[in-house]
């Protein structure tokens, strides 16, 4: 299925958009002058990514700090603050990605 985001005005570098589609949030952004798509919800203890901070290709989530490769889905780092936790703790799955396409001045999720 492909879903309409927004028009690719309404989405320049450096920015972010939430949007529902089937009851998830997912979080689309164009960082780096690159579109990306991920659920919204942080593959640890599911934070609002939205409330992150995206460092061109990478996110790192605002409640522990874990980092996420924006083009792999790939947890790429989790902070030596965390070393003592039980190692239950620090498991984290992968980011979930989905597929964005820009055509005619519009961007499109396709799930
Ligand atoms: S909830 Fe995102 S790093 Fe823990």
Redesign the pocket.
């Known amino acids: 299925m492909e879903y309409k985001v927004c028009k690719s005005d309404e989405l320049p570098n450096n920015s972010i958009k939430v949007i529902t589609v089937r009851d998830s949030k997912i979080l689309v952004c164009r960082s780096n002058n690159q579109l990306f798509a991920f659920d919204n919800s942080?593959?640890?203890?599911?934070?609002s990514?939205s409330k992150?901070e995206i460092k061109e290709t990478k996110i790192v989530?605002?409640?522990?700090?874990?980092e996420y490769d924006l083009n792999s889905g790939k947890l790429i780092h989790i902070p030596s603050k965390w070393n003592e936790q039980n190692p239950n703790w620090t498991k984290?799955d992968n980011l979930l990605l989905f597929q964005l396409s820009e055509k005619n001045g519009e961007i499109f999720l396709h799930i």
């Open positions: 942080c593959p640890h203890r599911g934070a990514l992150s989530c605002y409640m522990h700090d874990f984290s």
